[in-house]
T-cell receptor, first 115, second 114 residues
Framework: KAGVTQTPRYLIKTRGQQVTLSCSPI?????VSWYQQTPGQGLQFLFE???????NKGNFPGRFSGRQFSNSRSEMNVSTLELGDSALYLC??????????????FGPGTRLTVL | AQSVTQPDIHITVSEGASLELRCNYS??????LFWYVQSPGQGLQLLLK??????LVQGIKGFEAEFKRSQSSFNLRKPSVHWSDAAEYFC????????????FGRGTSLIVHP
């Protein structure tokens, strides 16, 4: 079974631009979560989607948004990029959002650099 | 608010030696606790998790962790470290129920000497 796929793996943008990152979960998984990892702030939860509905959202500005499609693939969008948005963006999938019974599997991440 | 502290930024051990990585958490109720490992250029991999019951939890790759409520700790241990264990280790805490928003520690970088 293929793992979590994130595209692109690397991305360079300039301040003020917008960016869309894509995540394809493991086949059959319907829950997708996004995380941001930076040297300064560490790992932070962005949001979680299950069956096309956002279930939880971390403490990020409205410039960060996401969505999930009917095939469970997910995208996250960052508008008006700032230098501080440079980070590794990780996607994780699981069958359900239940962390008690279910395990999240992480993708390799998308490395975003904002110049 | 929930928080996680990993006091050690770096830990260096010799191959074959035992390992203990520290994790202290702050949370108002019984937490969900996790340990993850991240190898260079990779995403996270779940090592083990604790929700309730037996306070000694066994995980993958020979790791175990012990939940100590009185000390608000969830330390990760391994009796004999292999060179392939060199990686970044993250402890995380999350709430039970629907509003699962995990909080991660800053991570401990494990260096293994041959």
């Amino acid at each position: 079974k293929a793992g979590v796929t994130q595209t692109p793996r690397y991305l360079i943008k300039t301040r003020g631009q917008q960016v869309t990152l894509s995540c394809s979960p493991i086949s059959g998984h319907r829950s997708v979560s996004w995380y941001q990892q930076t040297p300064g702030q560490g790992l932070q939860f962005l949001f979680e989607y299950f069956s096309e509905t956002q279930r939880n959202k971390g403490n990020f500005p409205g410039r960060f948004s996401g969505r999930q499609f009917s095939n469970s693939r997910s995208e996250m969008n960052v508008s008006t990029l700032e230098l501080g948005d440079s980070a590794l963006y990780l996607c994780a999938s699981s069958s359900t959002p239940d962390r008690y019974t279910d395990t999240q599997y992480f993708g390799p991440g998308t490395r975003l650099t904002v110049l | 608010a929930q928080s996680v502290t990993q006091p050690d930024i770096h830990i260096t051990v010799s191959e074959g030696a035992s390992l203990e990585l520290r994790c202290n958490y702050s949370y108002g109720a019984t937490p969900y606790l996790f340990w993850y490992v991240q190898s260079p250029g990779q995403g996270l991999q779940l090592l083990l998790k604790y929700f309730s019951g037996d306070t000694l939890v066994q995980g993958i790759k020979g790791f175990e962790a012990e939940f100590k409520r009185s000390q608000s700790s969830f330390n990760l241990r391994k009796p004999s470290v292999h060179w392939s264990d060199a990686a970044e280790y993250f402890c995380a805490v999350g709430a039970a129920g629907g509003s699962y928003i995990p909080t991660f520690g800053r991570g401990t970088s494990l260096i293994v000497h041959p």
